[in-house]
């Protein structure tokens, strides 16, 4: 019978114990390495103040997104006596979003790498505030399988003083013509990026409402729709708010009828023939009739941006006040962004459905934002802008939207999982 070796069983047992040391040690660095980095992370610092009374937002909470995997949050605290805040931050080296929620309304503030503080200004919300202007409003029409395609676009100015944000459950109602299908839908905030938002049915038949925050400053809407058309189509348009110009775009070859002297024939722009109404009164009713056949000319369904129309008739679509000069300005502002997504991200295609074409807007004054025929607001945005910074807004306002949708039961937990996995992709990508 043959003797086990001693010293055999030994050398094991040390061997054992060498290879138990060496995973200690390994954990004990591991662990040293994760508290120096969270104790030496540097914290973001900054101040809420509310807008509307000029004072320090005391008691608001204030939440920490990172931008790395999504929209996930990943601290939050709230301001103190003063409007101060401290929001540690675990991940460094990754962009940030600083969000505040506030009275219904979202205010937020980009926190790119080795952001140590910022400031951010809120707003008393209400359903209606005071000096709510409809700085332009403009309709692109044109026709295609029997359908009478129209992209219509608000610019709105909130100029309510003391400044408020205005937030319900119907921010901005408007009235649909009879036999109107939504194809597609847009909003974008003071210096934000376009996203989208669902319009909601407002109670009565045709009145829909966009739920969109109108914070002081301007905010523009864009509604893509279709109607049944038979040649010739009467429109009625009751102005809800002091509209400073209403222009339509058609092409050349429909025409465009309207009575009294309310339209003025604007100079032509890009094949396109261009009226409008200035200084239209609140409840005031203007009537016009358009007819025939026609789309858009090939360097408008390419998407090229386009000048506004000179005057007519002492004044076009610019007209002269700043406030028609930088809406007409912020159009390709409005137009940027969110195709982004779409570009890059299948899974965040496969969730939305798909879109109708619908023909452009104009706003008038410097420039005209001129889209594709067969392209959707996002696409046509996609060709205005593709710096890095735009990007990341417009997938920041995405993951915005797309929560929301999820919140308010718009889409499916599946639809939400693969269109939330896209973006998260597109988003490390873009921080790369």
């Known amino acids: 019978m043959l003797l086990k070796n001693p010293f055999r069983r030994r050398d094991g047992r040390r061997r054992i114990e060498r290879t138990l040391t060496l995973k200690n040690r390994l954990l004990l660095i591991a662990c040293c390495f994760f508290i120096s980095t969270s104790l030496f992370a540097a914290p973001i610092t900054g101040k809420v103040t509310n807008g509307t009374t000029g004072k320090p937002a005391a008691n608001v909470e204030v939440m920490l997104l990172s931008l790395a995997g999504g929209m996930e949050e990943t601290g939050r605290t709230h301001t103190d006596g003063q409007g101060k805040f401290i929001l540690n931050v675990p991940d460094e080296g990754v962009q940030h979003l600083v969000r505040v929620a506030y009275q219904g309304a979202t205010y937020h503030k980009s926190a790119p790498v080795g952001t140590t503080s910022l400031d951010i200004t809120i707003y008393d919300a209400a359903k209606h505030v005071d000096n709510l202007i409809a700085v332009g409003r403009v309709l692109r029409l044109q026709t295609m399988g029997g ?45 934000g990026m376009p996203v989208n938002s669902d319009p909601v049915p407002a109670g009565k038949k045709d009145h829909y409402a966009f739920v969109f925050p109108i914070r002081p400053g301007e905010t523009q809407f864009q509604l893509d729709y279709k109607l049944p058309y038979k040649g010739s189509r009467d429109f009625a348009i009751t102005a809800d708010l002091p509209l400073a110009e209403l222009g339509i775009m058609l092409p050349k070859s429909m025409s465009f009828r309207s009575s009294g002297e309310s339209f003025a024939h604007a100079a032509d722009e890009a094949g396109m023939t261009v009226f409008v109404a200035k200084s239209v009164a609140t409840g005031q009713q203007l009537k016009f009739t358009v007819s025939g056949e026609g789309s858009a000319p090939k360097q408008v369904q390419e998407g090229d941006t386009v000048s506004g129309p000179p005057a007519a008739s002492g004044g076009g679509m610019g007209g002269g006040s700043p406030a028609s000069s930088e809406a007409s300005n912020s159009v390709g502002l409005y137009m940027v962004g969110g195709v982004v997504l779409i570009i890059a991200g299948g899974a965040f295609l496969a969730m939305r459905k798909k879109r109708s074409t619908a023909p452009a807007a104009v706003t008038g004054a410097q420039q005209t934002a001129a889209a594709a025929d067969r392209e959707s607001p996002r696409q046509r945005s996609a060709q205005k802008s593709s710096s890095p910074e735009s990007m990341l807004d417009a997938l920041k306002d995405e993951l915005f939207q797309l929560e929301s949708d999820r919140l308010q039961g718009k889409i499916t937990q599946q639809e939400y999982a693969r269109s939330k996995a896209g973006l998260d992709i597109l988003m490390r990508r873009q921080m790369r």
């Open 147 to 191: 359908d009478l395609l129209v992209s219509e676009s608000y610019n709105l100015r909130n100029e309510s003083s003391p400044p408020r944000t205005q937030m319900s459950d119907q921010s901005f109602e408007f009235v649909l013509p009879e036999g109107a299908t939504i194809t597609d839908a847009m909003a974008k905030g003071p210096g």
